[in-house]
């Protein structure tokens, strides 16, 4: 008898429809970066700074299961692999870029808090 099919997850709202497919540190600034068009994987290593090669190829594969960017392998040699937004994938990180002007306009205030945070956390912990 064949498996039976997996249950899709159940969303609360629209919202944790969203957080699903964006939960992980480097996802929405992968989607920020196909915005720019066709990506190979060392473009995106460069612009997602910090991000290591583990985890970049598991977000990449994540999105792609996800439906929300493509894979474009042209079977040459050398290897070419170019990743690029679906139109799903378009009109995500479409919406984004709202958080993304917030981001731009408060970037300065936020980094002032994050340091007293910072050092208030480590006030707390002494």
């Known amino acids: 008898m064949a ?3 997996p249950v899709a997850p159940a969303f609360t709202c629209g919202l944790d429809a969203t957080l699903k497919v964006i939960s992980g540190k480097w996802k929405p600034l992968i989607l920020y970066f196909l915005l720019r068009g066709p990506t190979r994987y060392g473009e995106l290593k460069r612009a997602v700074r910090d991000v290591s090669d583990k985890m970049l190829t598991q977000h990449l594969k994540e999105l ?13 040699v050398p290897p070419r692999v170019d990743y690029t937004l679906t139109p799903l994938g ?6 984004l870029e709202p958080l993304c002007i917030w981001g731009t306009e408060n ?4 980094q002032k808090i994050f ?9 707390k912990q002494a």
Do not use: F, H
């Open 107 to 110: 970037m300065t205030e936020m």
């Open 3 to 5: 498996d039976p099919l």
């Open 64 to 76: 792609e299961a996800d439906g929300v960017l493509r894979r474009n392998d042209y079977k040459e």
């Open 115 to 123: 340091a007293e945070r910072d050092s208030w956390i480590r006030q």
């Open 90 to 95: 378009e009109s995500l990180a479409q919406a």
